[in-house]
């Protein structure tokens, strides 16, 4: 059974810093890109960061690129998201996601591709 367990929400001022973790179960990491999407109140989920499976290239939003970094560890099937320099409209809940490509990352609207969410981790930036 395909499982996704994201972590390491909190609450945090402006400028500071998280790092998110997603658990995978049931499948294999590195035969698949695994990607980083957020929800706002009332806004459409967004596709946020992808690492891919194959040639170790990652996707960063414009809203991120520069603050946020992607990596993953194989070996413990965890990938994870480094959030610095962090900003209120960062505020979401961060779901991972598993995919054979960063594609459905990318794009608008991909995330309705995805069959398998997490219960997603809640990140509050504010003072």
């Known amino acids: 059974q395909v499982q996704l367990v994201e972590s390491g929400g909190n609450l945090v001022q402006p400028g500071g810093s998280l790092r998110l973790s997603c658990a995978a179960s049931?499948?294999?990491?590195?035969?698949?890109?695994i990607g980083w999407f957020r929800q706002a109140p009332g806004k459409e989920r967004e596709g946020v960061s992808c690492?891919?499976?194959?040639?170790?290239?990652?996707y960063y939003a414009d809203s991120v690129k520069g603050r946020f970094t992607i990596s993953r560890d194989n070996a413990k099937n965890t990938v994870y998201l480094q959030m610095n320099s962090l900003k209120p409209e960062d505020t979401a809940v961060y779901y991972c996601a598993a995919d054979h490509s960063c594609t459905v990352v990318a794009v608008s609207g991909g995330y309705r591709y995805i069959e398998n969410w997490g219960l997603g981790t809640l990140v509050t930036v504010s003072s």
């Open positions: 690492s891919s499976s194959n040639d170790g290239t990652t």
């Open positions: 049931g499948f294999t990491l590195d035969d698949y890109a």
